[in-house]
């Protein structure tokens, strides 16, 4: 089974693919239902994601104009309130720029479309482009891990591509971007990464690589992954013959300090379906 004309390519399924071949065939081109929890245990895992995709709706009605006192009222959680006042705290809004939250941008790519959902794009008045991203994460991970992820590449990638679009009337260079992870549970902690003409070109010729790698590829070509440590965190290890017990939730940061290619479960909001 090759992929549909019409797929979509994101920073999540060619994570998927980059980490595991089989995953991703498994779940973004058969959609096979998962069949065994990611960690243990289960319900802390469960409280993550719910708190991570309640922080990224309340940021968005932030920035849509409702007031940060009413949002407020509606928390009760310690931990998403500490995560809010810490956010508040960095006064974006109070920021000179136009402000994008929560918004999804899509271009032609290859054969398919790429596409990415950003949590925040802020445009200031000097054509500087900076993207914001959240990370609900309760570990912060090494920047030369979070350098090669492929969020990284895909989201500046993708301004960059839209940029003559995005302002016909004014040349915004590809320096001018930016890319910024914070971690509200860490709110001193932002990793930044800067763009340039030669990274959006060593990114395009990755990221054509990539996707033109999935496209011949068959059924029997999409291989299980070397590293089997990371099956301990994918669902889909009992049907791989990789093991039916759940890696624990607290080992995942030790795992990401040792090996860069350690499955990484991102507790943010996942990629829209389009």
Not at 84 to 108: H, M
Not at 238 to 259: F, H, P, Q, V, Y
């Amino acid at each position: 089974m090759k992929i549909p004309n019409n797929f979509i390519f994101s920073q999540n399924n060619l994570q998927d693919y980059q980490d595991c071949p089989r995953r991703f065939y498994l779940r973004h081109l058969l959609k096979q239902d998962w069949p065994a929890v990611e960690t243990e245990p289960v319900q802390d895992q469960e409280e993550l994601i719910a708190l991570g995709e309640r922080f990224h709706l309340m940021v968005q009605q932030y920035f849509a104009g409702l007031p940060a006192e009413s949002i407020s009222t509606g928390i009760e959680n310690p931990i998403l309130m500490e995560w809010w006042n810490q956010f508040l705290k960095k006064q974006l809004l109070a920021l000179p720029g136009r402000k994008i939250s929560e918004n999804i941008f899509t271009i032609p790519f290859e054969a398919y479309r790429l596409t990415a959902k950003f949590d925040l794009l802020l445009i200031q008045q000097d054509d500087q482009i900076k993207i914001y991203d959240w990370k609900t994460s309760q570990h912060t991970p090494r920047s030369k891990w979070l350098a090669e992820r492929l969020q990284t590449k895909v989201y500046p990638f993708v301004i960059a591509s839209l940029l003559p679009s995005l302002f016909p009337q004014r040349e915004i260079k590809k320096d001018n971007i930016e890319m910024i992870y914070w971690y509200p549970a860490f709110p001193e902690f932002t990793l930044s990464f800067p763009y340039s003409q030669e990274t959006f070109l060593q990114d395009q010729e990755y990221l054509s690589n990539l996707v033109n790698e999935i496209a011949r590829k068959e059924e029997s070509d999409f291989n299980l992954t070397n590293n089997e440590k990371t099956c301990k965190y994918c669902r889909y290890r009992s049907l791989c013959e990789r093991g039916i017990t759940a890696g624990n939730l607290n080992d995942l940061a030790s795992m990401e300090d040792t090996d860069n290619s350690a499955f990484d479960i991102d507790f943010d909001t996942i990629d829209p379906v389009i």
